[in-house]
């Protein structure tokens, strides 16, 4: 059974940047029918896609967050990773790791979730 | 860009009474990529229905879900105690994106 497991710092200080790692065990990261990617959720609020990778090495990312993320993918160790630089409080949330089926574009396996604390 | 508004945004009711759950696209979006998830507190969504209208594996047939073009709905026949959650619908055009959820609570 597909499992993943996100890992980093719970806090994380303004202007620094925020790396978080995904586990991924149960299943190979070498795939042509899933991407992977990370989501966010702030708070008490939604949702926010931040970004997928292939395993190939393409990337997408959200727009209103690309200029601070990189998602980076290790097929050897099975991991994927997710840089977010300059955070602020606003990055504050609980940060989740999934995998991203490719043909109906959902996500169906998610990690437990890791909050993160944007705080000096 | 599209846009995936959810109502209502909180929704009461009891167990054993059937819950309708909307999701609207500000344009008209592919069925084969609207998915609804449900959310417990303190936990990652869980899929729930998928190409508007399939089940997830292990989902209750309970559960259903309904759509075209801008309007899907997501019900629930007869609720149960553990049905209690947020909902979110999501879509994928050009890239992730999830409507703001509706608070199923009793």
């Known amino acids: 059974q597909l499992q993943l497991h996100e890992s980093g710092p719970g806090v994380v200080r303004p202007s620094e940047t925020l790396s978080l790692t995904c586990s991924v065990s149960?299943?190979?990261?070498?795939?042509?029918?899933?991407?992977w990617g990370w989501l966010r959720q702030p708070p008490g609020k939604g949702l926010e896609w931040i970004g997928t990778?292939?395993?190939?090495?393409?990337?997408d990312y959200n727009p209103s967050l690309q200029s601070r993320v990189a998602i980076s993918l290790d097929s050897s160790k099975n991991q994927f990773s997710l840089n977010l630089t300059s955070v602020t409080a606003a990055d504050t949330a609980v940060y989740y790791c999934?995998?991203?089926?490719?043909?109906?574009?959902?996500?169906?396996?998610w990690g437990q979730g890791t909050p993160v604390t944007v705080s000096a | 860009e599209v846009v995936l508004t959810q109502s209502p945004g909180t929704l009461t009711l009891s167990p054993g009474e059937r819950a309708t759950l909307s999701c609207r696209a500000s344009?008209?979006?592919?069925?084969?990529?609207l998915t609804w998830y449900q959310q417990k507190p303190g936990q990652a969504p869980r899929l729930l229905i998928f190409?508007?209208?399939i089940r997830a594996t292990g989902i209750p047939d309970r559960f259903s879900g309904s759509g075209s073009g801008t309007d899907f709905t997501l019900t629930i026949s007869r609720l149960e105690p553990e049905d209690f959650a947020v909902y979110y619908c999501?879509?994928?055009?050009?890239?992730?994106?999830f409507g703001q959820g509706t608070r199923l609570e009793i």
């Open positions: 999934a995998r991203l089926e490719y043909s109906h574009l959902l996500f169906d396996h």
């Open positions: 149960g299943g190979s990261t070498i795939s042509n029918n899933y991407y």
């Open positions: 990778i292939f395993y190939g090495g393409s990337t």
């Open positions: 344009q008209p979006v592919k069925s084969n990529y």
């Open positions: 190409g508007a209208s």
């Open positions: 999501q879509h994928y055009q050009p890239s992730p994106l």
